[in-house]
T-cell receptor
Framework: SAVISQKPSRDICQRGTSLTIQCQVD?????MFWYRQQPGQSLTLIAT?????????ESGFVIDKFPISRPNLTFSTLTVSNMSPEDSSIYLC???????????FGPGTRLTVT | KQEVTQIPAALSVPEGENLVLNCSFT??????LQWFRQDPGKGLTSLLL?????REQTSGRLNASLDKSSGRSTLYIAASQPGDSATYLC???????????????FGKGTKLSVKP
């Protein structure tokens, strides 16, 4: 299994600013995933981050809005840029591990944009 | 396109009752299926993972079944307790062309409330 921590756990931000979310995993993993959960909705994959290469973004998400860094095999950051109230969500970091690709999630970062 | 549906959206039961949560998916070409629990404002906790070749998995009071041909999975919770109150999410991992694993597709979840 994997233990995943995220910082900050929550934040309230002004419109037009940016927030960087950090994700730390207790073991080395090839791929890290970033999800968004909007109020009352299920999880949507934003992007997949591989160490040493550019992140792969899902349809509807772009690098300029959600830049991702992956400097090593245990750490990643997601930045939410030029925020608007529509970006208010829970952002979750995730990894898959083991031969059966079991998915594990961090505790999430609750973002409110005013 | 894979779609995952969970019924019911919400469920309230008295403590001690056995209950079943349902998950259906539209494309049977899956790599595996995973059930999660999410407490309010928190991340997801993995409960059970079923490989596409398996029919069921058990962990304590939880039992998950998979019928790939009909596109269905159920999560059975025995002797429910107030501490089981949470949202339960079903997620299907697609199988890509060539048999490799794809990304997880989530349902919207079932919000369970167990009354003392």
């Amino acid at each position: 299994s994997a233990v995943i921590s995220q910082k900050p756990s929550r934040d309230i931000c002004q419109r037009g600013t940016s927030l960087t979310i950090q994700c730390q995993v207790d073991s080395q993993v090839t791929m890290m995933f970033w999800y968004r959960q909007q109020p009352g909705q299920s999880l949507t994959l934003i992007a997949t981050a591989n160490q040493g290469s550019e992140a792969t973004y899902e349809s509807g998400f772009v690098i300029d809005k959600f830049p991702i860094s992956r400097p090593n095999l245990t750490f990643s950051t997601l930045t939410v840029s030029n925020m608007s109230p529509e970006d208010s969500s829970i952002y979750l970091c995730s990894v898959s591990m083991g031969q059966h690709y079991e998915q594990y999630f961090g505790p999430g970062t609750r973002l409110t944009v005013t | 396109k894979q779609e995952v549906t969970q019924i019911p959206a919400a469920l309230s039961v008295p403590e001690g009752e056995n209950l079943v949560l349902n998950c259906s998916f539209t494309d049977s070409a899956i790599y595996n299926l995973q059930w999660f629990r999410q407490d309010p404002g928190k991340g997801l906790t993995s409960l059970l993972l079923i490989q596409s070749s398996q029919r069921e998995q058990t962990s304590g009071r939880l039992n998950a079944s998979l019928d790939k041909s009909s596109g269905r999975s159920t999560l059975y919770i025995a002797a429910s307790q107030p501490g089981d109150s949470a949202t339960y999410l079903c997620a299907v991992r697609r199988m890509n062309y060539g048999g490799s694993q794809g990304n997880l597709i989530f349902g919207k979840g079932t919000k369970l409330s167990v009354k003392p």
